[in-house]
């Protein structure tokens, strides 16, 4: 289990202790986390689950592939640390970990 906390885009804070092998957006629909709908179930064919990773934990993360980059070209408000939660993997190293959410998914 490693503690991630998700922020809604209002400030409210959910901290929660995910599975580790679960992708963050699993992490967040299993604990009824609002902001992340993970509408194609994480086959990175949606991009409901947009997230924001803070830069200090962005060397922690795998790099974004080709086809997450697509994917994000379809979700609202995209920034630089913008991600999609169900590409990345919960692991020990990602303890204490935040992870915005967006105003909105589309
Ligand atoms: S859950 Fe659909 S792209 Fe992540």
Same mark, same amino acid.
């Given at each position: 289990? !490693? ?5 809604e885009h209002t400030g409210t ?34 991009? !409901? ?51 915005? !959410? ?5």
């Open positions: 289990m !490693t503690r991630i906390t998700y922020i804070e959910h901290s929660v202790d995910v599975p580790d092998g679960l992708s963050l957006m699993e992490g967040a629909v299993r604990f009824t986390v609002p902001g992340i709908d993970g509408d194609c179930g994480g086959a990175c064919a949606c991009a !409901t689950c947009h997230v924001y990773i803070a830069p200090d934990w962005a060397g922690l993360v795998p790099p974004m592939g080709e086809l997450e980059r697509d994917m994000l070209d379809f979700a609202f408000d995209v920034t630089p640390e913008s991600r999609l939660a169900c590409q990345i993997k919960v692991k020990p190293e990602l303890a204490g970990m935040i992870v915005r !959410t967006p105003k909105r998914q589309y």
